[in-house]
């Protein structure tokens, strides 16, 4: 475990200056809005303000202000942010990001997880970057395998025999496999999705609003879907694409922020341009959106050759948090996936709601594990 500071060459910043420039746009077509995918105004807009604006030493330097470590486990080394919280009585709290955001989806909720509450309680925030994502080693894992290495980190690296564990996307994959393998050590976790059906399940055996939700995911595949196929199958022929353009990265990621958030037809009204070229940054300067996405390759060969321990039921206490953006789950299908013993319909907020609705995430996380 070594002290870690992020301190991306000069010349790497340089040589982004030169492609932004230099992009070779495409054909758009006429009022297109976000129908062909990314909006071509929205994302001209986005490379004049990276390119003109935006300053990456600015947010180098805020994230820097966070202690940041790297450690070996099993031969994969972990980048990571552990904080500990000024409360009385402190829990340890890992919190497990997703595709396509980053580490950074958390930068705002950790004041709010490690200052004391009115009783005192505050969180040891752990916010690894997983396997193959920013600053961790570029190898892609499972879900199952990140589990093993998080744990690892949890009660070897940093000495807690027990802990939360909360996240969302592949996070809910890591989180459910942590609670899976290691149920003495994860004492509850928190979720804001559950998984979804994969067409193994006997449906005969599913209530009405578990049949609709599985149609609804269904046809979710067939029309946002494209991504996790290509993502799930063939990922090495997108990643020299996305590794060696900053635009098309900035356009394969920006597209999702916009489908999966709660906005009314902007991301803008989620979270501001310097958010969003910060976390397409994290994967530019580290080149690791090509171990990125090959972790959903990584995940769906492991689900095809026995299934995964993140698919098994969770029998450690679990909350559900269901904001509106994210796929509109039934509680029972929740409580197929899990022992739920909290389950709250959100008013507002998105796929990344520790970035879109920091202060009502926290609350969600606070007031379940206190409760716990």
Known sequence: ???????????????????????????????????????????????????????????????????????????????????????????PLILNHGWPDSFYRFIKIIPMLTEPSDNGRSYDLVIPSI??????????LNSDKTAILFNKLMTEVLGYPTYFAA????????????????????????LTDVGYPNGSEDWSTMTPAEQAFGQQVQHWFFTEGAFNMIQSTKPQTLGYALNDSPVGLASWIIEKFHAWSDHNGNPGD???????ITNIMIYWVSQSINSTIRTYAENARAGFM??????????????????????????????????????????????????????????????????I
């Open 306 to 371: 026995g299934g995964l321990q993140s698919s098994q039921r969770v029998s450690v206490p679990t909350g559900v948090s269901l904001f509106p953006k994210e796929a509109q789950f039934p509680k029972e299908w929740a409580e197929r996936m899990a022992n739920v013993v909290s389950f709250r319909i959100m008013e507002k907020g998105g796929h990344f709601a520790a970035m879109e609705q920091p202060e009502v995430y926290a609350r969600e996380l606070t007031s379940y594990f206190e409760k």
């Open 270 to 276: 989620c979270f501001t341009m310097d958010e969003l």
């Open 131 to 140: 396997p193959g994502f920013g600053f961790s080693q570029q190898t892609a």
């Open 1 to 91: 475990m070594k002290p870690f500071k992020i301190n991306v060459p000069q010349e790497v910043l340089n040589d982004l200056s030169i492609r932004l420039k230099q992009t070779r746009w495409t054909d758009e077509p006429e009022n297109g809005g976000w129908d062909y995918g990314t909006n071509p105004g929205y994302l001209r807009e986005l490379v004049r303000y990276w390119q003109t604006e935006y300053d990456w030493r600015t947010h180098e330097a805020a994230i820097n202000q966070f202690p940041q470590f790297k450690a070996e486990i099993d031969g994969v080394t972990i980048h990571f942010i552990h904080i500990k919280g000024q409360g009385r009585n402190s829990a």
């Open 167 to 190: 996240g969302g996307d592949m996070g809910t994959l890591i989180v459910k496999s942590l609670a899976v393998q290691f149920p003495a050590n994860v004492k509850a976790i928190h």
